[in-house]
């Protein structure tokens, strides 16, 4: 499993119900078809509801991934091999997230990333940057369009509407992203998904990440960028306590 040749995915271990589990195991599935891994969803699924039923952790999520398994000779084609298939549960809080400090950077990565793949050089020396100034985060443009941050999606406000950048072949469709705008959609709250560039943050009110891990959790400040942003944000309220509302009370 050489050349970063895998997959992977996080599955929150409490409280966000079977809905939320079927999506992370259909987004498995969507990683292991296109990167052609052969593996048995249904052996994912079995144990990844084994570590789940063995967890001992009120709160916390299952890390998965899944490598092509072992090469008999150094080689850049695929060859007949056993999948390989590693996981393990992590004690974690979702309730303790800070509004997050983020560094707007250049998106190095490669051009497929709605796959969950292991390939994760670009968000990692992009982030390790920003961490060594301050920050917990990274906003990411690929030539000025918006796409997501290191390990998030993005959303932002502006004149009182929600936006978030389209689904494309430069983002991955996170199962949280979906989620929101599901709650979005129920809220009646004004909401576009398209194609936006580093201005509209300039001019943004609020912006916020999601993921699994994270939630969905404000932004303070990006500290290489001059914007407008409020961390009293209504609609990030309203989105938030109905978040936590339905998937974890
Ligand atoms: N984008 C990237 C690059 C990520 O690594 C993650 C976290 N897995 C997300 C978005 C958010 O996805 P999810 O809501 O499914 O955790």
Request: glycine share 6%; hydrophobic share 30%; charged share 30%.
């Amino acid at each position: 499993f050489q050349a970063e040749d895998g997959i992977r995915d996080s599955v929150a271990s409490r409280g966000l119900g079977d809905v939320y589990k079927r999506q992370h195991l259909d987004r498995l599935k969507y990683s292991l078809n296109e990167t052609k891994i052969s593996c048995s969803i249904e052996d994912c699924k079995t144990e990844i509801e084994k570590l789940l039923s063995e967890s001992k952790s009120e709160d916390g999520y299952i890390y998965y991934q899944v490598s092509r398994g072992v090469d008999s000779k150094r080689s850049h084609f695929f060859e007949e091999s056993d999948c390989e298939r590693f996981g393990f549960v992590e004690e974690f809080s979702f309730s303790s997230q800070t509004p997050l400090r983020v560094m707007l950077v250049d998106d190095i990565r490669w051009q497929r990333c709605d796959i969950k793949s292991t390939s994760l050089l670009g968000n990692v020396l992009q982030m390790n940057d920003a961490k060594s100034m301050g920050c917990n985060e990274i906003l990411m443009h690929k030539n000025g369009e918006l796409t997501e941050g290191g390990a998030s999606n993005i959303f932002f406000v502006k004149d009182k509407t929600i936006y978030t950048p389209e689904l494309s072949s430069n983002i991955l469709p996170g199962i949280t992203r979906h989620q929101v705008i599901k709650i979005i959609k129920d809220k009646k709250l004004d909401f576009q998904e398209g194609s936006y560039g580093i201005n509209d943050l300039n001019e943004a009110s609020s912006i916020w990440f999601t993921s699994t891990t994270k939630g969905i959790v404000g932004v303070e400040e990006i500290v290489n960028l001059e914007t407008k942003i409020n961390p009293e944000c209504e609609l990030l309220e309203i989105c938030k306590d109905a978040f936590v509302k339905k998937y974890f009370s």
